[in-house]
Every structure is written in C-alpha cells, then in structure tokens.
C-alpha cells in the first residue's frame, strides 16, 4: 500500500496502524528537557491565542515564507524570537518542529538526519500544549496544537514503521481534533484536520474494501466537503494555508486524476516559493507528464542547477525527475541521443544513491537508454538495459513486456 495512504491512515485510523504493527517499537518515549530546545525562560504570560494573533502573523509573515522557500535559517531564527518571548506556548515549538519537517520532505522522506529534533519539538510542542489545555479544557487553541503535533508525529513514526507510536499519536490526534472543532468559526486553521479527515475518510471506503469494518467505527466523512474545506484553508490560512494546498496539489493530481486544477495549485506554490525543491520537481512533471515540453524543459534545467549549487532541499530525488525529464526530452524533441543518454544515466544514478530501483524514473530510463541503443545498432547494449528494466519492472508492466518482447526476438545477439 502506498506509504501516502499508509499516512493517511494512521493519521485518522489508528485501529489500522496498530493491526499493521510489525515486531513493535521498544524504543521509549523521548524526554525532552528545556535544554534538548534551547529556551530561554521568561516570566510573559501569553493572553488571547497566538493563532490568531494579527500582529504575530504580520511579524512570522516572512518567516513562514522563508520556510517554505526552504531558507530555514532566516525563519528559524523568527521562530525562536517568538520562543523567547512566549516560551509557555506550543506555537513556536510547533513552528520549529514544521521547520525540521519540510527539511525531511524532498528526500521523500528517506532521511534521518533530522528525525531526533523533529520529535524533540513536536513531543515539546504536546508538553506545552497539555499544560494549557489541563487548566482549561475549553482551550480550542492548545486542542489545535495537540491534534497537529501528534498528527505529524504520527507521520513520520509511521514511515519509521514505528507502528505503535504512530497509533498512540494517531489516536491522540483525532480525539483532539474533535475539540478542536469548535474553534472552526474562529479561524481557517482550525479546520484543516476535519477538511483531511472528510475527504480521505471517504476516499479510502470507495477504493480499500478490505477497509470499510475499520472505517465504521469512526464518524462519517464527506469527501466533497473536504475538498471544499481544503480550498477553503488554502486561500485563507495563515500556518496552515500551504499545507492544505500541498494535499489539495496531491489529491488533485493522485487522487482525483484533475491535473490541470493540481497544475494550478503548484504553478501558484512554485511562484511563490521558487526554491522549494519538493514542490518545483512536482511542478516539472506536472508539466510534463501534460505536454508541456518547453516549461518543463526549463524547470527540470533550474533544477538541476540548484542541485549543482547544493542549494537547501535539492538532492538526488530532484535530480532523478529533472534528469529523466531532460533525457526524454533530448531524446524526443530534440533528437540528441548523446545528450540524452547521458540525462538517463544521471537518472538512474540519483535513483541508486535513493535506493529507488523500482521507480519508474529508473526502470524506463534503462528502457529509453535500450531503445536508443537499438536505434544506433548497438543490440549488445541494448540486450544489457532491457535486461536491467526487466529485472527492475513488474511483470505485468509495460516495460516488463517490451523488454521480454525484444529478448526474445533477439535471442541470438550476444
């Protein structure tokens, strides 16, 4: 199953997560100190909600925007500003934790490397949290960062396959989601966990079967208003506004087959974030995989240059999209095989320093490099990457077939 659904799932469907729990994760709760975060204490008393705070968001405007742009020390460097000032509350913390993820992000979520301070932050987060929803229970506001913490916590446990942390988490979340809702009058942000959990309640029923005895035990979705709330969070959220836009790029164009509206939507996130790595390699095969040769050409070439200058977030699975794209396009287009041969094989090194030898940038790379090999009679060669694809592909794919289709035919070629 897909790991994007597997998220899904444990981020509203925890019953799940806990059936999928493979060996368990002995690994204890981590104890976060005042120091594992480097606070500085302070004696301010925070009145009103952050979150909705006009004057906090005109001064974290440029620091969320630096986020997303990937320049995570500029805004970093406002959200502990904010820290100093309000270390009681969750909202910097969470901030921070956000931060960590969208560093975890482009390597799709192969790295490590930032995992410990990204649940430093998160566990922090659900400690301030606590303590301000225990004196009050009607606080909507520490629901919210209680349901948003330990729904991104539960993310990334479940890619850990930490199956059971992610299903405490997962439960966590939901419980205070509910709560949560009654703050959706108030602002847009409160309603971003219902908007995910009405579309992939929904969603999930109508394509997982063996799933609905699950699903029954949680309250009804309704996958159009999701939509609706997405959209409505996108265009008005604050914190909240790009991730509801990242789901609606991605359900868009994976869940309801509409690319030109998920076109849309990272057209307008690339605009605005120009160095984003995720979102601009999301872009480029958008754009390509529509017919938009010439845009996509010049997008997966930036990209490959920000690769080259080592910028935040461009890293082998940038390039594997970009390459691919390039050598597609120099094969076809333009007609250079040099060219692009070597695009391929760039591809298919990025996908092997990746460990991604079954995607599909790196199987039809082995094709496309076979088939120009063909064209220019070099049928030896060619045999060697049709090989590889075959070996790489499902059987029942295309280049699965084909490959076994020109083995077959020449047999005799050594």
Do not use: C
Not at 155 to 169: G, Q
Not at 216 to 243: C, I, M, W
């Amino acid at each position: 199953m897909k790991k994007f659904l597997y998220i899904a799932l444990t981020l509203f469907l925890p019953v799940l997560a806990s059936a999928q729990k493979q060996g368990g994760d002995t690994t204890a709760m981590r104890e976060v100190t005042m120091e594992t975060v480097d606070v500085i204490p302070s004696a301010v008393k925070v009145k009103g909600m952050l979150l909705l705070n006009k004057d906090i968001q005109y001064e974290l405007e440029g620091a969320v925007d630096n986020m997303y742009n990937f320049k995570y020390e500029r805004a970093e460097k406002q959200f502990k500003s904010l820290r100093r000032r309000y270390p009681d509350h969750p909202m910097p913390y969470f901030l921070m934790g956000l931060s960590q993820w969208w560093k975890i992000v482009p390597t799709n979520i192969q790295t490590h490397k930032y995992d410990d301070l990204f649940f430093a932050y998160m566990d922090t987060t659900i400690e301030k949290a606590e303590a301000l929803y225990d004196k009050n229970e009607r606080n909507t506001e520490a629901a919210f960062f209680l349901a948003a913490a330990n729904g991104f916590s539960a993310r990334l446990h479940s890619e850990r396959s930490n199956w059971r942390k992610a299903t405490v988490h997962s439960k966590r979340s939901l419980e205070y989601m509910e709560i949560a809702k009654a703050g959706n009058g108030l602002s847009p942000e409160f309603l971003f966990g219902e908007a995910l959990f009405n579309y992939y309640s929904v969603w999930i029923h109508e394509n997982y079967k063996m799933l609905r005895p699950v699903l029954a035990f949680f309250p009804n979705g309704d996958k159009r208003l999701g939509l609706k709330q997405l959209r409505h969070v996108s265009n008005n959220g604050f914190y909240t506004g790009t991730e509801a836009k990242f789901f609606l790029m991605k359900i868009y164009a994976n869940e309801e087959g509409n690319l030109e509206e998920s076109l849309k939507i990272v057209k307008s996130l690339v605009e605005k974030y120009p160095d984003n790595a995720y979102f601009q390699r999301f872009y480029a095969r958008l754009l390509f995989v529509q017919g938009h040769f010439s845009m996509a050409e010049r997008v997966s070439l930036d990209i490959m240059h920000k690769l080259d200058q080592k910028m935040p977030g461009y890293e082998a699975v940038s390039g594997r999209y970009a390459s691919y794209i390039l050598g597609y396009i120099n094969q076809n287009k333009y007609r250079d095989l040099e060219k692009a041969k070597q695009y391929y094989l760039e591809s298919i090194m990025y996908a092997e320093m990746t460990n991604e030898r079954d995607s599909g940038y790196f199987i039809n790379s082995y094709v496309n490099l076979a088939r120009i090999s063909d064209q220019l009679k070099n049928k030896s060669q060619a045999k060697r990457y049709y090989t590889i694809a075959m070996n790489a592909s499902e059987k029942k794919s295309a280049a699965f077939k084909e490959a076994r289709a020109y083995l077959k035919a020449n047999k005799k070629v050594k």
